[in-house]
């Protein structure tokens, strides 16, 4: 069985940071490529970043470059995802995924998911 769990979300106030976790079971993944996505209320998944399966490469959407910091430890199963300077407008549910090789923005593009972890930044 494969199973995805993110931890780390939580209430923060604009400005601060928050790191994410996505931890992996029943399997390993260090030969798939990595990604988070976030999913507000009443809006589409959208993408805010990848890493490539040996950590090589990575890709963030425009709204978080800068900010935000993808990163992975094969050795751990966990991938992660640091959140600076962060901003009402992260708010969302953050979600975890797991496939191929490359860092792609497509939500097409993973076979995994974990469940979501709540984010959410105060004024």
């Known amino acids: 069985q494969v199973q995805l769990v993110e931890s780390g ?19 390993t993944f260090s030969s798939y490529a990595r990604a988070w996505f976030r999913q507000a209320p009443g809006k589409e998944r959208e993408f805010v970043a990848a890493i490539s399966w040996s950590g090589g490469s ?18 751990k199963n966990t991938v992660y995802l640091q959140m600076n300077s962060l901003k009402p407008e992260d708010t969302a549910v953050y979600y975890c995924a797991a496939g191929g090789y490359s860092p792609r923005a497509s939500p097409n593009s993973y ?12 004024s």
Do not use: H, P
């Open 58 to 75: 990575t890709y963030y959407a425009d709204s978080v470059k800068g900010r935000f910091t993808i990163s992975r430890d094969n050795a």
């Open 111 to 122: 076979d995994y998911w974990g469940q979501g972890t709540q984010v959410t930044v105060s």
């Open 9 to 27: 979300g939580g209430l923060v106030q604009a400005g601060g940071s928050l790191r994410l976790s996505c931890a992996a079971s029943g399997r």
